[in-house]
Every structure is written in structure tokens, then in C-alpha cells.
């Protein structure tokens, strides 16, 4: 089967996750040292959130109802005030969310918060972000769920 047979959501996930994946590649090394702690203390990057907030901007823009449930969220970001970080992060993503603005990219990276439906897309933009920050094994982990089976991942 060609990339062309594939069903159109195989399809949308292949090239969201490889945009993720590369834009999480061409920032790593300037932006790997760009982290902050979560609540649970687990390091959230640059790559985390701008990978997020692209993923988020393609799926609205292919299949605008459908539901997202993500591992970041952008009100930590909000509440920090760090204008550095929400600047890179607005930065890397703005080439495919089509816009520079913090805010806009900020409320694609909510996108993502989401309760569980039916059906649902899942991802977790940097799924190792120990091993991204050591440039080691990482991956962007997209799935698509219905009726609680995973039918694309």
C-alpha cells in the first residue's frame, strides 16, 4: 500500500507527526536548554510545546470537531511570565500555525486539553524528553482512538 491508498486520518497522522518530528529536530539544539518544570516536576521544552501547538493547528485545520487530548497545556506558560520561553515556542511554531502571535499559538497548544471522546486523537509531542535533551531516542506519539482501540498510531 502507498502513502496515497492510506486512509485520509493514516494519512494526516503520518504528516503531523513527521512536522512535529522535524520542527523538534531543527530546534533541539537551540532550544534544548529552553525548559521549565511542571507541577509533578517532569521538564516540559520548547519542542514539547511548539510541537503541540503545530499538531493541534493541523488537526483543526483537516478535521476542525475533532478532539485532542495532549500532555501540555499552555497555563503554566501563562502564569510564569516567562516571555523568553513563550516567545521561542511561538517562534518555532509560527511557520506552520501560519502566526507569530503568543496568544494564538498559546490557545493552539490548549487545543489539546480536551476531555476523552468517543473518539479522539492523543499525542504526547515529546514522548522522552530525558533522551531529547541528551540528543538520544524520542518520538512524537500520535495516536487516533475509537471505542477505546487504538486505530492509527
Known sequence: MTFDQLPPRAQFAMNAA???GLLARR??????AKRMDKDDRSPVTVADFAG?????KLLRDAEPD????????????????DEKMVASIAGAASAICGTEKAD????????????PADAFWT???IDGTKGYFRNE???VALAYLEG??????
Request: charged residues 20%.
Open 18 to 20: 513527521r512536522e512535529a
Open 27 to 32: 530546534i533541539q539544539h537551540d532550544t534544548a
Open 52 to 56: 503541540q501547538a503545530v499538531v493541534a
Open 66 to 81: 475533532a478532539v485532542l487530548v495532549a500532555e501540555e497545556g499552555a497555563a503554566g506558560l501563562r502564569e510564569s511570565g
Open 104 to 115: 494564538e499559538i498559546l490557545g493552539w497548544i490548549d487545543v489539546g486539553q480536551a476531555d
Open 123 to 125: 499525542l504526547d509531542p
Open 137 to 139: 531516542q524520542y518520538a
Open 148 to 153: 477505546g482501540e487504538i486505530q492509527i498510531g
